[in-house]
């Protein structure tokens, strides 16, 4: 392991890179080396998986063989699925609209058609399907297409009314053409329309069956090339369906008739039916209904054949939701869907059309749905589905991601998830079971947790590349539902959605969840096996407002210096009624419901409901608190929170302060404006406004360099006494002068209005962190050093906090105690001591005391993620209680109670030396303090021109760094605590807020975010990750005997009454028909046409599987090979045998006996 001068490591930053500046404070003494085992060479970025629902669906197919699903989506994506944990994302380079797949049944290969009339085929024998070949169609717009099984030549009918043939092996034309004018009658005088259907007769494979949009059928005849019959009906076709013995086939038209037609009468259709219309007395033809979108056929061996549609409807169902149809014998089922129907298909045994197709299930599509119906047991059943699709059963607000977690979680949570999940499921197993399981050598656990609009949070099991349900909590069951328009209006700070989570904090070794939602709310939950009945929810109502105060001659009533407090068990602001914790909600809290004037006051925004709480095993509400109303107006959004177990405490901020809550003992600690929190012998660094949006005349510009912002009021050094690390007043505005004009040079006009369109995006949306309801200010996010207006909105809110055990002091006497960092929108960086009594019955009792040390550094931006390491460079965790019930018994509480509060042990500290180092990264830059001297030893600029929009401190391969994700697409990895960047990838552009909103790093290289609103995408910046990628995926494809085909039968193979084969390849080579026009369609040879062959070439795995293929094949063709010679054996046998009893019955007779 190579260890790092701190000096030497300066000198080769400061060479390497210009866009990053690390310098070292001027000590007299030379730091510690510090080593650091991760390099440039661990981190490479890639896609691993993606989950949930295709966002947009609009096709699909199946593979009844291999026991695959595909799904073709709107932006050109392919989602293809198989049994539990097999998911597979691929996606079109143009991001056309799938308008159709058909697989090339147990071949491993897809066919994919664009609305860009282009078609492509996918090869699915590799773990990463790519595309073999493409076809771009440059005359004709694509309609439709048919691949009949075990056939290599694909059908494509088009907008004109034509059908082209395509040879799938090559992807060249055949010069076999059907032209509209030569398959409808010569005396049609208009356009038949779009060809809506190609299908082959099931007995005849040199029929081909055409539909045609204007409600005309051909059927063609592809050896004479003529037109065989004609089926006209006077509305247009949606869908046609065969018989399997090929003698009828069914229309579904745009008046909701069903038609059924005999191949050989084609005058008129021998059955008209209106499934869903109603039938007059007089005979009349019934009214008509909505368009029968699709209809599907399948007999059964054993009794009536099934017929499943969608659509058909009356039209006066107003407000009816979509339905399916069974209808099987005399019976028809009705089954009403949550979703419109996007597509649906029938699951049957057999892949052949010629035989009974025996069907037992029915795959479902919807537009944000998959519901597979079991036709098996009475009543339609679903089946349970395996997959992850429900992420968007109410739009995700917020999402946290764990890697590496205790190994007891997961089954702790899926035994009390399971006692959750619903009834009344088909008792078979899941129909879509192809594929099989990536063999990764990652075992760790990892847990997802995603927050939502309805106020529910759910946990997910992550592991190996999976995302499996565990668990789900419903917050909005602690409040009272608003039963009309005039109770909802009461309070509400939000419009819609009031229980959405606006963050949360989790601690996966104590279990407990505190949760923040965007009614002003938080509520702690702790986990037990057990379940409870709560008479009253334990709430608390905390009353934070800003004042407004003159910062050179502060008002006496309106400020109070909280720091010269060595213990504040509680600090309300003056002039208000303090915080109380009430066992029985009030709208009112603890105050009025209006102020003198009639404004709201006292009143939280969600009534806590006053009935016993039914709480389930697993999460229990513990606390709830809830800001007020102040004097008419609103409380504000929570910015940040953070819980930790072993203190008992919950700390969160907003754009008015921060509050401390103790969940123990149910009480407010602390409850400060944001300029209060500040050391007395710092001049207020902002003015004090109230929570409405007011313009100040503060302002501010952030400085590239260390050292204060240097402007009037706002810019002034906060800690300006003789122990202050910074310059002084006078210095730092002139600095602040010399540097506004420098930047303004030095940024051109062009950068600066990027960033500004960039800033105003980001400010624009209520989903953010800091400053929520500042919608029309450019810069509250990042302030650029391209800045020169010094006249913006001044609100600082909490942004960032972190419980850790240091040095509250700039000496290193005694050992580190409980702290809070306390990080702004301003981009200070402040410390909040903690003073906690000894012993659990002291501490239960005797209040906790609190104080405020001032500040410990300024970058530029708004900070973001706090860390602390120690000597050696390893992470410091906050200290943790060990989980234990506590609804369990007295024994097995005290056994658990010995583990209380076990405290993080403290690094051992050197006299004279610093023993700590505290991270802190903001929107722009990141810093590395050493403690407790709190003096900088390492700074980096991140980004100049755009600004950070998440960061986290993690653990990789044995070391740590800091993990970043720009506005500008960018994904960056420091090094700690060197600060040397180690990765930079242009990975995407923020095209979207939700891609902000719930982008999270975790530990081990992982990261996460939601990339529509249906789905999650998982990514790694880990290079062993990238390397063992191939092996942790699962296989699509499977080596699978091809089912055999259905026996002709005595009778039939006698008088020739069975399936008859048609050879395609005389018929449609190139030597029958001739070369194809070169201008109607362009061949493009795939990306994956070189690299997917060695990728399916690569490895003893796919040598065997398919050498077994070949082997099957080959012994498959020798059987039927063998059972002909046998055949023919056994007839000359029999002639043999009949030949020489003739010759003996004849033998001495003469010929006039004969």
Not at 113 to 126: F, G, K, T
């Amino acid at each position: 392991m190579k260890k790092f001068n701190i000096r030497k490591v300066l000198d080769g930053l400061t060479a390497v890179s210009s866009s990053s500046s690390a310098s070292q404070t001027g000590a007299g003494k030379e730091n510690d080396a510090v080593p650091e085992s991760l390099q440039s060479e661990h981190f490479q970025l890639c896609k691993t998986v993606r989950h949930g629902f295709p966002h947009q669906p609009c096709s699909m197919a199946f593979d009844p063989v291999q026991k695959i699903l595909a799904v073709g989506t709107l932006t050109g994506a392919l989602r293809l699925f198989g049994r539990a944990g097999v998911e597979c994302y691929c996606q079109h380079e143009s991001g056309a609209s799938v308008i159709q797949l058909q697989f090339l049944i147990n071949e491993g290969a897809l066919v994919s058609a664009l609305a860009d009339d282009s078609i492509h085929l996918w090869n699915l024998r590799q773990k990463i399907p790519a595309i073999l070949h493409s076809l771009k169609f440059n005359r004709e717009r694509i309609t439709y297409c048919h691949l009949p099984f075990q056939s290599k030549w694909l059908y494509i009918g088009t907008e004109r009314g034509n059908i082209h043939i395509v040879n799938v092996e090559s992807f060249t034309l055949s010069g076999y053409v059907i032209m509209w004018n030569k398959a409808i009658e010569l005396s049609t005088k208009t356009h038949p329309g779009p060809v809506v259907h190609i299908s082959d007769n099931p007995m005849d494979e040199g029929k081909l069956l055409i539909g045609f949009e204007c409600g005309v059928v051909v059927l063609w005849d592809l050896k004479s090339k003529k037109a065989d019959c004609r089926y006209n009906y006077d509305e247009a076709i949606h869908s046609v369906a065969w018989h399997h013995e090929g003698k009828q086939f069914l229309c579904s038209h745009s008046d909701g008739t069903l038609t059924t037609w005999n191949i050989r009468t084609p005058a008129k259709p021998t059955q008209i039916i209106t499934p869903h219309g109603k039938q007059p007395k007089d005979g009349k033809k019934p009214e008509p209904c909505k368009p029968i979108l699709k209809v599907e056929y399948k007999t059964t061996r054993a009794g009536d054949p099934f017929m499943v549609l969608s659509g058909g409807l009356s039209y006066d169902t107003v407000g009816r939701r979509a339905c399916l149809t069974v209808m099987h014998g005399k019976s028809t089922a009705v089954l009403e869907m949550d979703f419109p129907i996007v597509d649906f298909l029938t699951l049957c045994e057999t892949p052949y059309p010629n035989d009974f197709q025996e069907p037992y299930a029915v795959v479902v599509l919807l537009e944000r749905d998959l519901v597979v119906i079991d036709l098996g047991q009475i009543g339609y059943p679903i089946f349970e589905s395996p997959y992850p699709l429900s992420i968007h059963e109410s739009p995700v607000t917020c999402c946290e991601y764990f890697a590496d977690c205790p190994a007891e979680l997961i089954p702790a949570l899926y035994s009390v998830g399971s006692r959750q999940k619903r009834q009344g499921y088909s008792k078979k197993d899941w129909p879509i079971s192809g594929g099989n399981w990536g063999q990764g050598t990652e075992s760790y656990p990892e847990i997802i947790i995603t927050g939502h609009a309805d106020g529910s949070i759910k946990f997910w099991d992550a592991s190996a590349l999976m995302l499996q349900v565990l668990y789900k909590l419903k917050t909005a069951k602690v409040f009272e539902r608003a039963r009309g328009k005039e109770e909802k209006a009461n309070a509400d700070i939000v419009d819609e959605d009031p229980f959405a989570i606006q963050t949360l904090c989790w601690c996966p070794e104590s279990r407990m969840l505190c949760v923040a939602g965007v009614s002003a709310h938080v509520i702690v939950y702790r986990f037990s096996k057990q379940e409870v009945a709560t008479a009253n929810v334990q709430l608390l109502e905390v009353r934070m407002q800003c004042e407004l105060s003159d910062v050179d001659s502060p008002d006496a009533t309106g400020e109070q210096t909280p720091t010269q407090a060595s213990s504040l068990p509680s600090s309300p602001q003056d002039g208000e009624p303090p915080a109380t914790a009430s066992t029985q909600p009030s709208a009112g809290g603890n105050g009025s419901n209006s102020s003198a004037d009639g404004h709201r006051d006292n009143i939280p925004c969600l009534q806590v409901r006053s009935s016993p709480l039914k709480q389930s095993p697993g999460y229990q509400v513990e606390l709830v608190v809830q800001l007020v109303w102040v004097s008419g107006e609103p409380p504000q959004q929570i910015t940040s929170l953070a819980i930790n177990s072993s203190y008992g405490l919950v700390v969160f901020g907003n754009s008015n302060g921060l509050a401390v809550v103790d969940y123990l003992q149910k009480t407010l600690l602390l409850n400060l404006g944001t300029s209060e929190l500040y050391s007395p012998s710092e001049p207020n660094q902002r003015q004090p406004c109230s929570p409405r949006k007011a313009r100040q005349p503060s302002g501010a510009l952030c400085d590239s360099n260390d050292g204060p912002n240097a402007a009037e009021e706002r810019c002034k050094s906060p800690n300006s006494g003789s122990n202050s690390p910074f310059n002084s007043d006078d210095e730092s505005k002139a600095k602040f002068i010399k540097k506004v004009k420098y930047k303004s040079r030095r940024f051109s006009k062009t950068v600066a209005n990027d960033f500004a369109r960039m800033s105003r995006k980001i400010s624009s949306s209520n989903d953010q962190k800091p400053n929520p309801d500042s919608k029309d200010v450019l810069f509250s996010r990042s302030r650029s050093s391209s800045m020169t207006s010094v006249d913006r909105e001044s609100r600082e809110a909490v942004c960032a906090l972190c419980f850790c055990e240091t040095f509250p002091k700039k000496s290193s006497e005694g050992a580190p105690s409980p702290c809070v960092l306390v990080g702004t929108t301003q981009g200070s960086v402040m410390l909040v001591a903690l003073s906690l009594p000894h012993g659990d019955d002291h501490r239960l009792m005797q209040p906790v005391g609190i104080s405020s040390c001032g500040t410990v550094a300024r970058l530029k931006g708004g900070i973001l993620t706090m860390a602390l390491l120690d000597a050696a460079g390893a992470v410091l965790p906050a200290s943790y209680e060990p989980w234990y019930d506590p609804n369990a018994s007295d024994e097995e509480q005290e056994k658990e109670k010995s583990r209380w509060r076990r405290p993080a042990s403290p690094p051992s500290s050197q006299e004279g030396h610093d023993s700590q180092f505290a991270v802190l990264c903001s929107e722009k830059q990141a810093k590395v303090l050493a403690m407790p001297s709190q003096t900088r030893v390492y700074k980096h600029s991140i980004t100049e021109s755009s600004f950070v929009l998440r960061a986290d401190v993690v653990q990789m391969g044995g070391g740590n760094c800091i993990a970043c994700l720009c506005a500008n697409g960018h994904i960056m990895t420091l090094s700690l605590p060197s600060l040397r960047p180690l990765l930079d990838v242009n990975y995407l552009p923020l095209t979207d807020m939700r891609i902000a909103r719930t982008f999270c790093f975790s530990n081990l290289g992982q990261a996460l975010y939601l990339t529509s609103p249906t789905e999650v995408q998982r990514i790694t910046y880990s290079q062993e990750t990238c390397d063992n990628l191939q092996e942790m995926l699962s296989e699509l494809f499977t080596p699978v005997e091809t089912p055999e085909a259905p026996n002709k039968g005595f009778f039939k193979g006698l008088f020739g009454g069975g399936a008859q084969s048609l050879d395609r390849e005389d018929l449609f080579g190139e030597t029958a028909s001739g070369k194809a026009s070169r201008s109607l369609a362009q061949h493009i040879p795939g990306p994956g046409n070189m690299e997917g062959m060695k990728g399916a070439a690569s490895g003893v795995v796919g040598d065997l599987a398919r050498a077994r293929v070949a082997l099957d094949e080959r012994g498959q063709k020798l059987g039927e090979l063998e059972e002909r010679t046998a055949a023919m054996m056994a007839s000359a046998d029999s002639f043999s045998k009949h030949a020489h009893d003739m010759m003996l019955k004849y033998k001495d007779k003469k010929w006039y006996q004969l």
